[in-house]
């Protein structure tokens, strides 16, 4: 062996105690991995397919027409109720203007059919008595006509005149009872053809009221392409406001990672917006009914030929710290990494949360409502208050003042206009 050879060459005794202290430090490591895997990693299940999701509230017009004002551009703020679009309203308000009117002369209309009927009874009374005074006259001459003292032609006219009293009592009661049909059972608020009347008014007012599109919600104005002189129809999308303090995170876990998580268990997050230094703290909120692949805009075929396996995710809603949220704020498509402790197991997988309350409500578009009926009560006190106040004048019998009652207004139906 030559020289060089021997030096080369390495002393077995000095290589067994190398290969030993590598796989005393692999198996150590190992170790420690596995004891830090059993009390920590086991215990979590992260991700970082996940992303800020929320809601995207679209401002679409109910009516059609032409844009003649625009009251915020993308990413301005706008708060619940301010203006956002207006719409030329010279149509709708002929429109309300016309309807109005109508109301008006209906519930003049209504009041005359009240009136009418008072009257109707007062000439009641007086065919009444005219018809008992005739009775009265025959009869006085039905006797006398038997002594002679009274012609028969005079005791013919009597009778004549009988008959024609009992036919006038009858047809005036008769044009009461029509009269009545029309008025009984309702006051002058409820009677049907100023409900429908009403109705109509409240319809136009409604469309004049929609020719100005608030924020249903406060929120960041995105995705603005109406424009100035633009011809709407409904359902257009003109623009869309984002409450970015009501947004959340989808992660999407595999399908193995699923098995040991529950709705309600914690979440540590950290966004790439902010990095490491901050962490966001939220909750399992709720689980997917479906795997993304299921509801994709084209689902995949798995019922061919070619199948490759491919492990699917599911997204898991995580509810935020809203005080997180506000200090440091969320834009909707961020990424984000999720961790979910998954210790405590209780509850089922997939339990059915029932919600007992709407979880977002708006009132902006409620008060047009109010505001519609009030207009309503308005009208009909304004046209109905003169015949109250001359009925309540006039020198009527004890069914006119039941007259006067019906045509006066509940007092749970006035409203302030």
């Given amino acids: 062996m030559s020289t060089d050879d021997r030096s080369t060459t390495v002393n077995p005794r000095r290589r067994w ?78 429109a309300l203007d016309q309807a109005e009117a109508q109301l008006a002369r209906t519930v003049r209309e209504v009041r005359n059919q009240f009136a009418t009927s008072a009257q109707l009874e007062a000439a009641v009374e007086v065919k009444q008595t005219a018809l008992t005074a005739a009775q009265s006259d025959l009869t006085r001459r039905e006797q006398l006509g038997a002594s002679g003292a009274v012609s028969g032609e005079e005791l013919q006219h009597a009778r004549d005149a009988v008959r024609a009293a009992q036919a006038d009592l009858a047809a005036t009661r008769q ?57 709407v129809s409904p359902g257009t999308p003109l623009m869309a406001v984002v409450p970015l303090d009501q947004v959340w995170v989808d992660a999407n876990f595999k399908e193995p990672q699923l098995a040991a998580m529950r709705v309600g268990q914690p979440v540590t997050l950290s966004a790439d917006l ?11 909120a709720g689980f997917g009914a479906g795997t993304g692949a299921a509801f994709s805009l084209l689902p995949a075929q798995n019922a061919t030929g070619n199948w490759v396996k491919i492990v699917q995710r599911v997204p898991v809603r ?74 309540a004048s006039a020198p009527q019998a004890a069914p006119a003042a039941g007259l006067l009652a019906d045509t006066q207004l509940p007092a749970a139906r006035r409203r302030a206009p």
């Fill in 17 to 94: 105690p190398l290969l030993a202290g590598v796989g005393g430090t692999v198996l150590g490591l190992a170790l420690l991995y596995g004891l830090y895997w059993g009390q920590v990693l086991r215990w979590h299940q992260s991700t970082d397919d996940a992303y800020v999701s929320g809601n995207v509230v679209e401002i679409t017009p109910q009516i059609s027409g032409t844009v003649v004002g625009i009251g915020a551009d993308d990413t301005q703020f706008v708060k619940a109720g301010q203006p956002l679009v207006r719409l030329d309203h010279a149509d709708a308000r002929v």
């Fill in 175 to 231: 044009q009461l009872a029509a009269n009545r049909a029309r008025i009984d059972g309702t006051t002058l608020a409820d009677h049907p053809e100023v409900r429908d009347a009403a109705a109509a008014v409240r319809n136009a007012y409604l469309t004049w009221a929609r020719t100005e599109l608030p924020a249903p919600v406060s929120g960041f104005v995105a995705r603005r392409s109406v424009q100035l002189g633009q011809r």
């Fill in 274 to 284: 902010y990095g490491s230094r901050v962490v966001f703290h939220g909750h399992v």
């Fill in 318 to 391: 995580v509810a935020l710290d809203p005080a997180e949220l506000a200090a440091h704020p969320l834009q909707i498509g961020l990424s984000m990494r999720a961790d979910v402790d998954v210790h405590d197991k209780s509850g089922a997988r997939l339990p059915q949360l029932a919600s007992t309350a709407t979880p977002w409500s708006t009132e902006v578009f409620g008060s047009t409502d109010a505001l519609a009926d009030a207009r309503v009560a308005a009208i009909i006190s304004a046209n109905g208050a003169a015949a109250a106040r001359a009925v």
